[in-house]
C-alpha cells in the first residue's frame, strides 16, 4: 500500500507551474473521437485519470501518442466496441464517451461510469439530452446501449447545469442535424474550453459559458491543435496551502478570474494576495477572520475547493460555516480533520467550525480526490509527521503533487508500505 507522509510546518517559498484542467481534459480526450484527422491536446496533465482515457482511446482502436503534456490522437481507426468497466469503473468521466461515439458513430454500448463516491451522481439529465436527439436508451445490467438511426438537433432544458450532461449533450450534438439548444447549461470555464476546440475542429457553437448554448450541426469535423486551460481547482488547492505555510509563494499559469470565488474570499478574511493577469502570489498569516461558504455552480464558490478550504477555517478565530449545495456526501473529509485537531460541528449538509485550532499530524486517509487535498493541506499545516492512505484518490487529479510541493520547501513523499 502506497501512503503519503509529510512533516507539517515548514514555510513554502518559490513558485509553483499549474498543470493544464483535469475536468477540462478528461473531456477533450474523449472529444477527439469526433475528429476526422489527428487531434494534438496540449497541457493535458500527467494523472491517471488521463492515463486511463488515454488507454481506453488505444482500446476502441485510436492511435495515441504521448509527449510530456502533448497528446497526438490519431481518431479514424476507432471501432465501435463495448467499454468495459475495467475502463469505465475509473473515473467518472467516462462518460463522456457515451456523447462523443453517440455523435460519431450513432451508437455506444458502456458501463455505468465509476469516480468519487461523493454523491449519488446519477446521469439522468445526459441522457435525456440523448433522448431528446433521438437516441433510444436501454439498459443491460450495468451497461448502457445508446442508439440513434440519426440524431436531430432539439431544445434541450436542463433541470440542473450539469456539467456533465452539458458537455456530453454538446458532443453528441455538433453532428447532429439542425439546431440544438441547451438551455440552463453549466457556465464552468472547461466548457467554455471544450466548446473553444470543438470549434476548432469546425463545430458551431455559441453562447458557451452563458446560461443558453446553441450548436448547429455540421457534417464532418476535422483534427485541430488545442490548449488545455489552467486548473483552476488545483490552482485554489496551492492558494489555501500557501495561505496556511506559504512565505511568498507564487502560483502561476493561472486565469485569476477563474478562481475570483476564491481569492475574494481569501481577501474577506484578511489574506494578502498580489494578483497578476497569470500568476497569484501569497503569504500565510498566523489568523484569519471567520468566514462563510456556500458552494454553488461556477460562478459560485467551487465544490471541489470546499474540502481544501475547509482546512484553513482552523486558522480563523470564531465559527466559520461551509454549506455544501452539490454533492451529498462532501463532507468525508471532516472525521479526519477532527482526529487532527479541528473542531467540527456537521449539522446536515452545513459544517460549523470554531477556531483557532491546533493541527498536529497523526494517520488519515482520503476518502475522495478532493478530500486528500484537504488532508495534504492539513498535513502541511500541522505539527509533527501526517500519513495519509488511499492517495491513489489524489494522484487521479493532481499531477507531480509530491514534486511541486517539494520544490517550494515541503517535506513530503510517497512510500510503499
Ligand atoms: N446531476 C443530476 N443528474 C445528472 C447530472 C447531474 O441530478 O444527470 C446532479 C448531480 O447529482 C449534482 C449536480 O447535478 O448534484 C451537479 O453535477 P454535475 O453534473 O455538474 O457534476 P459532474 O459533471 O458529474 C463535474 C466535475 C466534478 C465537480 C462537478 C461540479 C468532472 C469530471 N467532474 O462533475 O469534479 O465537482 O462537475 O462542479 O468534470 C472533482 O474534480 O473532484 C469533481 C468531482
Not at 509553483?16 to 493535458?44: F, H, R, W, Y
Not at 469505465?88 to 455505468?112: C, D, N, P
Not at 436508451?137 to 440519426?150: C, L, P, R
Not at 491513489?392 to 513530503?412: P, S
Amino acid at each position: 500500500m502506497k501512503v503519503m507522509r509529510i512533516e507539517g510546518n515548514h514555510k513554502l517559498s518559490g513558485t509553483i507551474k499549474i498543470s493544464g484542467a483535469k475536468n477540462s481534459s478528461v473531456a477533450l480526450l474523449p472529444a477527439s473521437l469526433l475528429a476526422d484527422s489527428d487531434v494534438t491536446i496540449c497541457n493535458v496533465p500527467e494523472i491517471t485519470d488521463t492515463d486511463v482515457l488515454c488507454q481506453t482511446l488505444e482500446y476502441l482502436g485510436a492511435d495515441v501518442r504521448r509527449a510530456s503534456e502533448s497528446v497526438v490522437i490519431t481518431p479514424n481507426t476507432i471501432t465501435n466496441k463495448v467499454i468495459p468497466q475495467e475502463y469505465t469503473s475509473k473515473l467518472r468521466a467516462s462518460y463522456y464517451f457515451m456523447g462523443a461515439l453517440l455523435g460519431k458513430l450513432k451508437h455506444v454500448e458502456i458501463y455505468l461510469p465509476g469516480g468519487c463516491s461523493i454523491g449519488a451522481r446519477p446521469i439522468n439529465l445526459h441522457l435525456k439530452g440523448f433522448e431528446a436527439l433521438g437516441a433510444t436508451i436501454t439498459n443491460d445490467g450495468d451497461k448502457f446501449i445508446v442508439d440513434a438511426k440519426e440524431l436531430k438537433g432539439a431544445h434541450i432544458y436542463l433541470d440542473i447545469a450539469s456539467v456533465g450532461a452539458t458537455i456530453n449533450i454538446m458532443l453528441a450534438a455538433v453532428l447532429a442535424k439542425g439546431k440544438t439548444i441547451i438551455d440552463n447549461a453549466a457556465k464552468e470555464p472547461e466548457i467554455v474550453n471544450i466548446a473553444t476546440f470543438l470549434n476548432n475542429m469546425g463545430a458551431k457553437i455559441t453562447g458557451a459559458g452563458t446560461s443558453e448554448i446553441r450548436i448547429v450541426g455540421v457534417e464532418k469535423l476535422e483534427g485541430c491543435y488545442h490548449e488545455v486551460i489552467p486548473d483552476r481547482i488545483e490552482t485554489g488547492t496551492y492558494l489555501i496551502i500557501g495561505a496556511l505555510v506559504g512565505d511568498q509563494l507564487k502560483v502561476y499559469n493561472v486565469i485569476p478570474e477563474h478562481i475570483e470565488s476564491l481569492t475574494s474570499k481569501l481577501e474577506e478574511m484578511g489574506s494578502n494576495l498580489e494578483i497578476g493577469s497569470d500568476y497569484i502570489t501569497i503569504s500565510a498569516k498566523d489568523k484569519y477572520l471567520p468566514a462563510e461558504i456556500k458552494t454553488l455552480s461556477y460562478p459560485g464558490f467551487p465544490t471541489d475547493l470546499q474540502q481544501p478550504f475547509s482546512v484553513l477555517l482552523s486558522k480563523c478565530e470564531g465559527v466559520s460555516k461551509v454549506e455544501e449545495t452539490i454533492w451529498e456526501n462532501r463532507f468525508m473529509h471532516l472525521k479526519e480533520l477532527e482526529k487532527m485537531g479541528m473542531k467540527i460541528e456537521r449539522n446536515g449538509m452545513v459544517a460549523t467550525f470554531t477556531g483557532p485550532n491546533k493541527l498536529v499530524g497523526t494517520e488519515v486517509q482520503a476518502t475522495d480526490l478532493r478530500a486528500g487535498a484537504a488532508l495534504v493541506a492539513a498535513g502541511l499545516a500541522a505539527d509533527g509527521v501526517t500519513t495519509i492512505s488511499n492517495i491513489e484518490h489524489i494522484l487521479r487529479g493532481y499531477e507531480g503533487i509530491v514534486e511541486k510541493l517539494t520544490d517550494v520547501g515541503a517535506k513530503i513523499k510517497i512510500e510503499e508500505i
